[in-house]
């Protein structure tokens, strides 16, 4: 259950502000329809963190738990660096997903695009392998990026006029730097690193 809490409150804060949520404001004032956007939104995210899941699944195993728990105090701490650098996004994102493929198809291929190497990407791979429970980790930072992005697309921009990014980004880099510390440090034990 931590490892899913944990997910879920990290991305849902590192998304805050993050391109893909700048994409969900983009789709929705485009296109005004939010059902097919945050269906589109949960199914490319469902899809990209599978794969992040698996892949840090299969780092558990390959790397020795000593070089992993290394490799991932420092990726934490690296995450924490970049949640603190607001993120842009220019609408040539928006129109090479756009072509014919409706709502859904464009919201789909978007989103799929825009978190490939993006920080909660990165973020499902180290969560994943930290935890070495990978489907609680995708569940988490799948329902963090919905938790992030729903409300961006059917709130968009007076929500990003009310919430102060910098104190959310903050927060969001504090998060990462504690679990980056705990993993090199203090809670490596206890993950059987």
Do not use: C
């Not at 789709?27 to 469902?46: E, H, M, Q, S, Y």
């Not at 014919?100 to 789909?108: A, E, I, K, Y």
């Not at 909660?120 to 938790?147: F, S």
């Not at 921009?157 to 990462?176: C, Y």
Request: hydrophobic share 60%; no cysteine; glycine share 10%.
């Amino acid at each position: 259950m931590e490892s899913f809490l944990v997910s879920t409150g990290v991305v849902a804060l590192a998304e805050i502000g993050d391109k893909t949520q700048l994409l969900a404001f983009m789709l929705a004032a485009r296109f005004r329809k939010p059902w097919p956007i945050i269906a589109g939104i949960l199914v490319a995210t469902l899809f990209n963190h599978a794969a992040a899941g698996a892949a840090g699944a299969w780092l558990m195993h390959v790397i020795g738990p000593d070089w992993l728990r290394w490799i991932l105090g420092v990726s934490f701490l690296a995450m924490a660096a970049w949640t603190l650098i607001p993120d842009s996004i220019d609408d040539d994102d928006l129109k090479s997903a756009k072509r014919s493929w409706g709502v859904f198809g464009t919201t789909l291929v978007a989103f799929f695009l825009a978190e490939m190497g993006d920080k909660t990407q990165l973020a499902t791979i180290a969560l994943a392998a930290k935890y070495a429970a990978p489907v609680e980790v995708v569940l988490g930072t799948t329902l963090g990026m919905m938790i992030a992005n729903v409300p961006a697309v059917f709130l968009g921009e007076h929500l990003l006029k009310r919430v102060p990014m910098k104190l959310v980004h903050g927060v969001a880099a504090l998060m990462f730097a504690a679990i980056g510390v705990l993993t090199l440090f203090g809670a490596g034990a206890k993950f059987g690193f």
